[in-house]
């Protein structure tokens, strides 16, 4: 059974004009100990889909579809049980460790609290834990770094202590969002291994929210690309590089920046990403495909699923060959 | 902390002296002279007059006044009233306790209904949230000495709960006198830290720690005592602490409209009879208290902001 299925998962925002759909459709899976891309450009949804799984999105929003974990939907959990899974359950890695820390508090209580306050530990088990764990994410100086402030850590560092306090209870399930966007580019794969070592380690299954396709094709067994609060394509690193069945997928690849070559100007998909709330009947890419045709527009366009993989487009078949080949100066700006 | 307390103290000497300076000066300056007063509309003989002077040391240069007034000052002689001829130092000694008691009383009621209905107010919302925001609204509009006379005549006149005047001597009768006047006193202070504990609170809830902490499942009392709670009395101890130094002012209109024999009472007896040396004393004493005030306040934000260095620059 998987870790978390969910299962047309669709959010949307009260607003003066109307509610606002952030998410229409979203469903994926994540089997045990498997880690889950969740790639996109920003303002795509990635952020919102893992929210609706913790249930913390935005006051007021109205979400229809389920979210199972381990079979159980947490969507109509009560107040003690959705704690319980919080704690117990899930572990969410956020962008920003400096403000997922209370400034005001030393480092060894954010890390207790959640073995303590959250799980029910004794103080001493769970402090003792927590150094532990410091040391396992590579932290030298544990006194130091447990009876520091947050403002005395760099943000390497914070990020570090935020994924000891992940893994900490060894959750099911991992959502990492953004985990090494904001940090500076010389930590950046240093935390992406710690978080990726503790992660096998454990055998936790995670999603991996990034828009770094590349990133995401190096530590996930599968990636899920999403456009306007919906899911394009699903499928492995490899089968994704190799041979790409979303147009969207294809440009992607196109305009991530050369590894060996470092371009000034990064080459973008022209157009500008829609909000999941303006996308009107048919293809949501439809604006800036390449490929597209009168037909896109007409009608809702399945997930199609064909073994482990997804796709949704219209012209799937047609242009599968023409996909698995790079679109060149097509999709540079 | 120990040097920084030291440094403000200094700091807070040269203010004293400066201020000094300023109110001895000050006096000068407003019309009417202390000898007018002193021979009471009668008319005297240039010569009396002269004499009187010579005894007040009124014909001295002005600097060399305040140097003897400032020298006597720093050995604890704070001179003699004017009109009583009472010693200034033991006339504000016997006018403290009242004081003290009436602004301690006032502080309490302020950190007790401000802060509380504030964090009640921010965590609970609905219904509470509204009441505390409409009480605020009043408590603040409402002006001290009229709600003063308002307290009186409903508590003390028409519903005999209270005393009307006096302050009281021995802890519970100085509390039942007390009550009022501290009321009236803490009431536009209370209101005004109500609305800014409540804004607090209310912001801190929706920070992105706090919603970690949920989603890490910390249970909610937890979460509002240990992350909203604690945050939120970064700002409410400065405005707390403003507000509680501010009272040591409208002190004197609630101990007027009570007729409390207090420090403020004593000044502005004294400046209606142009008794300088009591004027003087009690602005010193006034500034002098305020400064201390604000340091505590400093020390208490030191405290609970691990940010904020002590005694260097700030990080
Ligand atoms: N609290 C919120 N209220 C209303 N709309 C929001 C809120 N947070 C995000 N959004 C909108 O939801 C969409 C998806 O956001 P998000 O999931 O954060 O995107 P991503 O993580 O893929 O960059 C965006 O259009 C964003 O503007
Ligand atoms: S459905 Fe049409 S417009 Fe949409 S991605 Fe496929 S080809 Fe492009
Ligand atoms: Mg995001």
Same mark, same amino acid.
């Given at each position: 059974?998987?870790?978390?299925?969910?299962?047309?998962?669709?959010? $949307?925002?009260?607003?003066?004009?109307?509610?606002?759909?952030?998410?229409?459709?979203?469903?994926?899976?994540?089997?045990?100990?498997?880690?889950?891309?969740?790639?996109?450009?920003?303002?795509?949804?990635?952020?919102?889909?893992? &929210?609706?799984?913790?249930?913390?999105?935005?006051?007021?929003?109205?979400?229809?579809?389920?979210?199972?974990?381990?079979?159980?939907?947490?969507?109509?959990?009560?107040?003690?049980?959705?704690?319980?899974?919080?704690?117990?359950?899930?572990?969410?890695?956020?962008?920003?460790?400096?403000?997922?820390?209370?400034?005001?508090?030393?480092?060894?209580?954010?890390?207790?609290?959640?073995?303590?306050?959250?799980?029910?530990?004794?103080?001493?088990?769970?402090? &003792?834990?927590?150094?532990?764990?410091?040391?396992?994410?590579?932290?030298?100086?544990?006194?130091?770094?447990?009876?520091?402030?947050?403002?005395?850590?760099?943000?390497?560092?914070?990020?570090?202590?935020?994924?000891?306090?992940?893994?900490?209870?060894?959750?099911?399930?991992?959502?990492?969002?953004?985990?090494?966007?904001?940090?500076?580019?010389?930590?950046?794969?240093?935390?992406?291994?710690?978080?990726?070592?503790?992660?096998?380690? &454990?055998?936790?299954?995670?999603?991996?929210?990034?828009?770094?396709?590349?990133?995401?094709?190096?530590?996930?067994?599968?990636? $899920?690309?999403?456009?306007?609060?919906?899911?394009?394509?699903?499928?492995?690193?490899?089968?994704?590089?190799?041979?790409?069945?979303?147009?969207?997928?294809?440009?992607?690849?196109?305009?991530?920046?050369?590894?060996?070559?470092?371009?000034?100007?990064?080459?973008?998909?022209?157009?500008?990403?829609?909000?999941?709330?303006?996308?009107?009947?048919?293809?949501?890419?439809?604006?800036?495909?390449?490929?597209?045709?009168?037909?896109?527009?007409?009608?809702?366009?399945?997930?199609?699923?064909?073994?482990?993989?997804?796709?949704?487009?219209?012209?799937?078949?047609?242009?599968?060959?023409?996909?698995?080949?790079?679109?060149?100066?097509?999709?540079?700006? | 902390?120990?040097?920084?307390?030291?440094?403000?103290?200094?700091?807070?000497?040269?203010?004293?002296?400066?201020?000094?300076?300023?109110?001895?000066?000050?006096?000068?300056?407003?019309?009417?002279?202390?000898?007018?007063?002193?021979?009471?509309?009668?008319?005297?003989?240039?010569?009396?007059?002269?004499?009187?002077?010579?005894?007040?040391?009124?014909?001295?240069?002005?600097?060399?006044?305040?140097?003897?007034?400032?020298?006597?000052?720093?050995?604890?002689?704070?001179?003699?009233?004017?009109?009583?001829?009472?010693?200034?130092?033991?006339?504000?000694?016997?006018?403290?306790?009242?004081?003290?008691?009436?602004?301690?009383?006032?502080?309490?009621?302020?950190? /007790?209904?401000?802060? /509380?209905?504030?964090?009640?107010?921010?965590?609970?919302?609905?219904?509470?949230?509204?009441?505390?925001?409409?009480?605020?609204?009043?408590?603040?509009?409402?002006?001290?000495?009229?709600?003063?006379?308002?307290?009186?005549?409903?508590?003390?006149?028409?519903?005999?709960?209270?005393? /009307?005047?006096?302050?009281?001597?021995?802890?519970?009768?100085?509390?039942?006198?007390?009550?009022?006047?501290?009321?009236?006193?803490?009431?536009?202070?209370?209101?005004?830290?109500?609305?800014?504990?409540?804004?607090?609170?209310?912001?801190?809830?929706?920070?992105?720690?706090?919603?970690?902490?949920?989603?890490?499942?910390?249970?909610?009392?937890?979460?509002?005592?240990?992350?909203?709670?604690?945050?939120?009395?970064?700002?409410?101890?400065?405005?707390?602490?403003?507000?509680?130094?501010?009272?040591?002012?409208?002190?004197?209109?609630?101990?007027?409209?009570?007729?409390?024999?207090?420090?403020?009472?004593?000044?502005?007896?004294?400046?209606?009879?142009?008794?300088?040396?009591?004027?003087?004393?009690?602005?010193?004493?006034?500034?002098?208290?305020?400064?201390?005030?604000?340091?505590?306040?400093?020390?208490?934000?030191?405290?609970?902001?691990?940010?904020?260095?002590?005694?260097?620059?700030?990080?």
């Amino acid at each position: 059974m998987s870790v978390l299925e969910l299962d047309d998962v669709r959010l $949307a925002v009260p607003h003066p004009s109307g509610d606002r759909t952030l998410l229409r459709g979203v469903s994926l899976s994540v089997a045990p100990g498997e880690a889950l891309g969740l790639v996109g450009e920003s303002g795509s949804g990635k952020s919102m889909t893992l &929210r609706t799984v913790l249930r913390t999105e935005p006051r007021g929003a109205h979400v229809a579809g389920r979210v199972l974990l381990d079979g159980r939907d947490v969507r109509g959990l009560g107040p003690a049980e959705l704690r319980r899974v919080r704690a117990e359950s899930l572990a969410m890695i956020s962008q920003d460790p400096r403000a997922a820390l209370n400034p005001l508090l030393r480092v060894s209580r954010f890390l207790v609290e959640g073995l303590c306050d959250a799980r029910g530990d004794d103080e001493r088990t769970a402090t &003792r834990r927590a150094r532990d764990l410091l040391a396992q994410v590579g932290i030298a100086d544990v006194d130091r770094c447990m009876n520091s402030y947050p403002h005395q850590l760099s943000g390497g560092m914070l990020q570090r202590v935020v994924i000891a306090a992940a893994v900490a209870g060894s959750p099911r399930l991992l959502l990492a969002d953004e985990p090494t966007t904001a940090l500076d580019v010389t930590t950046q794969s240093e935390v992406m291994a710690i978080l990726d070592e503790q992660r096998r380690e &454990r055998g936790m299954s995670m999603i991996f929210v990034t828009h770094d396709l590349e990133l995401a094709s190096a530590v996930c067994d599968r990636i $899920a690309v999403m456009y306007a609060g919906e899911i394009v394509e699903i499928s492995t690193p490899e089968r994704l590089h190799a041979a790409p069945r979303h147009p969207y997928t294809r440009l992607l690849l196109d305009s991530r920046p050369s590894l060996t070559a470092r371009a000034p100007v990064l080459p973008v998909i022209p157009g500008r990403p829609v909000a999941a709330y303006e996308v009107g009947g048919g293809c949501a890419f439809a604006g800036r495909c390449p490929w597209s045709e009168p037909g896109c527009t007409d009608g809702e366009i399945p997930l199609v699923r064909d073994g482990d993989r997804a796709v949704r487009c219209a012209r799937e078949e047609e242009l599968a060959g023409e996909l698995a080949h790079a679109t060149g100066t097509e999709a540079t700006a | 902390m120990q040097r920084f307390v030291i440094r403000r103290l200094g700091a807070l000497a040269v203010t004293l002296l400066f201020s000094s300076f300023v109110i001895y000066g000050a006096m000068y300056l407003a019309p009417g002279t202390p000898e007018s007063f002193l021979v009471q509309g009668r008319t005297v003989s240039p010569e009396v007059l002269a004499s009187i002077r010579a005894q007040y040391g009124l014909d001295d240069p002005f600097l060399l006044r305040y140097w003897h007034w400032l020298t006597g000052v720093l050995t604890g002689d704070l001179g003699e009233s004017l009109t009583t001829r009472q010693d200034v130092a033991s006339l504000l000694a016997s006018r403290i306790p009242t004081t003290v008691w009436l602004t301690a009383y006032a502080a309490l009621l302020i950190v /007790v209904f401000g802060v /509380v209905a504030g964090v009640v107010a921010g965590l609970r919302g609905g219904l509470l949230d509204t009441a505390v925001l409409l009480g605020s609204s009043v408590g603040f509009a409402v002006p001290t000495f009229f709600a003063a006379l308002l307290l009186m005549s409903v508590f003390s006149v028409t519903l005999g709960w209270f005393p /009307v005047f006096g302050a009281g001597s021995g802890f519970s009768d100085r509390i039942l006198h007390l009550t009022l006047p501290a009321v009236a006193l803490a009431l536009p202070a209370a209101a005004v830290v109500a609305r800014i504990t409540r804004t607090a609170v209310v912001e801190e809830r929706d920070t992105e720690h706090v919603s970690v902490a949920l989603a890490r499942g910390v249970p909610w009392r937890t979460v509002a005592r240990r992350h909203i709670v604690r945050n939120a009395m970064l700002p409410v101890t400065t405005i707390v602490g403003v507000n509680i130094a501010a009272l040591v002012a409208g002190a004197t209109v609630v101990e007027h409209a009570f007729t409390l024999d207090g420090v403020g009472a004593l000044l502005i007896n004294a400046v209606q009879q142009k008794d300088f040396a009591v004027v003087q004393a009690v602005a010193l004493v006034l500034v002098a208290v305020f400064g201390v005030v604000n340091l505590v306040i400093d020390v208490l934000y030191a405290v609970i902001d691990p940010r904020v260095q002590l005694g260097g620059e700030s990080a």
